[in-house]
């Protein structure tokens, strides 16, 4: 299926679904890649102080399922930390990203984005770096696992959020 984007950052972008939805088994069998979370998962326990994908919601590139629980700031309004689930933001700038060299054209938002499109049947030439970058990301649960109780949300709030934004499910650890 052909999907052509037309949002805030992105107009004409065209890609296809090769892939049905949530079939990310092929990704899992050649680099590792194991996310704990689904993007719609992620949109309603609150990512990115709701500012990520504010613009999106009323446009086909997503299912409309995903849209009523999801914790968004509204059109216009700065990431706001209480919309997430740990209340802390925990994420740079969007410059910062680009300055890093993290954004590639094709998602202009940076992993998540990537990370949504890849579920909903995108493949692309960014795959492996993305998952890499994902599974590597995956270091910060260590850290958890030994500073924190299990279920201590008050413990590294920050670094938890952060791995909820990378598709980890830090309430586990």
């Keep these: 299926m052909e999907v052509v984007v037309n949002n805030n950052m992105q107009h004409g972008y065209t890609y296809l679904r090769i892939r049905p939805a949530g079939d990310i088994g092929d990704l899992e069998r050649m ?8 993007p719609k998962e992620m949109l309603a ?6 500012k990520y994908f504010n613009d999106v919601a009323n446009t086909d590139e997503y299912p409309r399922d995903w849209w009523p629980e999801a914790k968004l700031s509204g059109l216009g309004n700065p990431a706001d930390p209480s919309l997430n ?5 925990a994420s740079s700038s969007l410059a910062q990203w680009r300055k890093k060299g993290w954004i590639a054209d094709q998602d202009p938002r940076g992993w998540f984005e990537w990370y949504a499109r890849t579920y909903m049947g995108r493949r692309s ?8 970058r994902q599974i590597r990301f995956r270091r910060h649960l260590s850290q958890l696992t030994r500073n924190c109780f ?3 949300f008050e ?7 952060a791995l909820l934004q990378w598709a980890y499910d830090s309430r586990r650890y």
């Design 31 to 38: 680099y590792g890649f194991r996310p704990e979370l689904t």
């Design 45 to 50: 326990l609150g990512v990115f102080g709701g």
């Design 85 to 89: 689930f740990f209340g802390v933001l």
């Design 125 to 132: 030439e960014d795959d492996e770096r993305q998952v890499m």
């Design 150 to 152: 299990p279920g201590d």
């Design 155 to 161: 413990c590294r709030p920050k670094q938890r959020q």
